[in-house]
């Protein structure tokens, strides 16, 4: 049974940081790239951090670049964002995805964590 467990939502002040952290188990963990969606109310949700397990190779929305890290311990199956310098539009529910990979790239979305609420206040 595969299963994507979150943790380290919460609420935080403008300006602070949070780290997320997301455990994989039930499948093969390397055969998969990684990624962080989130999904503010009445928005789609959308891609913020990828990283491919294999290499390493990080990619990052505009919107977080260089305010967010994608990193992973690969002995541990678990993948890591930390947050830094969060700002009032970063609310959202924060999922973790196991991405097929097709011709090198990440493709659909296979599985799903069950999310984290991150809130920042103003």
């Known amino acids: 049974q595969v299963q994507l467990a979150e943790s380290g939502g919460g609420s935080v002040q403008a300006g602070g940081s949070l780290r997320l952290s997301c455990v994989g188990s039930?499948?093969?963990?390397?055969?998969?790239?990684m990624a962080w969606f989130r999904q503010a109310p009445g928005k789609e949700r959308e891609a913020v951090a990828t990283i491919y397990t294999s290499t390493g190779v990080t990619y990052y929305a505009t919107s977080v670049k260089g305010r967010f890290t994608i990193s992973q311990d690969k002995a541990k199956n678990t993948v890591y964002l930390q947050m830094n310098i969060l700002k009032v539009e970063d609310t959202a529910v924060y999922y973790c995805?196991?991405?097929?990979?097709?011709?090198?790239?990440?493709?659909?979305?296979?599985?799903w964590g069950q999310g984290t609420q991150v809130t920042v206040s103003s």
């Open positions: 995805a196991a991405r097929t990979i097709v011709g090198g790239l990440c493709s659909k979305t296979d599985y």
């Open positions: 039930g499948y093969t963990y390397s055969r998969y790239c």
